[in-house]
């Protein structure tokens, strides 16, 4: 069972990444998913998620500029990021909730940093 995000990297500011997670050993279409970040001596703060019926909440930081995503046919949940600023930059983390269960997963996390 785990969560393996990727697609982070270094981008200039103004620019895009896609992260993607893939979800392995779980019903995929059970859980809301969502995508978390955390930057240097900060907390780590909601981004963005979707349900399973695919309802959608961005936080007000980055609407507009990201959009969250996902394809329950290959497991997987995306973030779309557009217009990249520096104060973007933080280790994004995927999340997993059953949509009943107590049962919350998280994947290992990737590093995005955006450069001025």
């Known amino acids: 069972v785990q969560l393996q995000a990727f697609g982070g990297g270094l981008v200039q500011a103004g620019g895009s990444l896609r992260l993607s997670c893939a979800a392995s050993?779980?019903?995929?279409?059970?859980?809301?998913m969502g995508w978390y970040r955390q930057a240097p001596g900060k907390q780590r703060e909601l981004v963005a998620s979707?349900?399973?019926?695919?309802?959608?909440t961005t936080a007000d930081s980055v609407k507009g500029r990201f959009t969250i995503s996902r394809d329950n046919t290959k497991n997987t949940v995306y973030l779309q990021m557009n217009s990249l600023k520096v104060e973007d930059t933080a280790v994004y983390y995927c999340n997993a909730k059953h949509f009943v269960r107590p049962r919350e997963l998280w994947g290992q996390g990737t590093l995005v940093t955006v450069s001025s």
């Open positions: 050993g779980i019903i995929f279409n059970l859980y809301d």
């Open positions: 979707i349900t399973r019926g695919g309802i959608t």
